[in-house]
């Protein structure tokens, strides 16, 4: 038999038992859910924009192969390969600096088909960068040209609150520089 006084104590430990792992269960369920949101929010954070070039999408391709982006990005100051003469291939690595703050970015191509599309990626604090680039061959032989960016990661989404404005401009403006240049006939055909 269980003294009075020792009632109250054994409740206090199992009580005790049961807060803690309590505890453990919701912070796995405030964990989960936090999750959760982060990929339905990097789902959903992904900004695009496309215009239609009036010349092949070889011609669209020549001017990304080149890897002078600056011309026709208006945030890059400077860019330069990592390892000079790679080009537009999968792992190729390049260095971006950005004409706002001056910050360095080392980003990685992957997901290259000649032609037709490339995905470069560029780590952050706490998230990454990834920049989809589209070329569709129409009919009439234009080019649809889509560009996306989304911020991935843990803070991706508080990246997206914070530049929503200023990529999706920066999209419009650069995708339509992008589209001029390529256009332009003066562009020659940049060797692999």
Request: aromatic share 8%.
């Amino acid at each position: 038999m269980i003294a009075g006084s020792q009632i109250p104590y054994r409740l206090a430990i199992v009580g005790r038992f049961f807060l803690t792992q309590l505890g453990i269960i919701r912070l796995f369920i405030v964990v989960f859910v936090l999750l959760i949101f982060s990929v339905v929010i990097t789902c959903f954070n992904m900004r695009s924009v496309s215009v239609i070039a009036n010349c092949g999408a070889d011609k669209v391709w020549n001017v990304y192969q080149q890897l002078k982006w600056n011309e026709w990005d208006h945030d890059i100051l400077k860019m330069s390969e990592l390892e000079e003469g790679k080009g537009l291939v999968d792992g190729a690595q390049v260095t971006i600096e950005m004409k706002k703050d001056g910050k360095v970015h080392c980003a990685t191509v992957k997901d290259v088909c000649n032609n037709k599309c490339f995905t470069y990626t560029a780590p952050l604090p706490g998230s990454t960068l990834e920049a989809i680039h589209t070329l569709e061959a129409l009919d009439d032989g234009t080019t649809r040209i889509t560009h996306s960016f989304a911020f991935t990661g843990v803070v991706g989404c508080l990246y997206q609150c914070l530049t929503r404005n200023y990529v999706q401009n920066g999209l419009e403006t650069n995708t339509a520089a992008l589209k001029t240049l390529a256009e332009d006939s003066s562009i020659t055909k940049v060797v692999p």
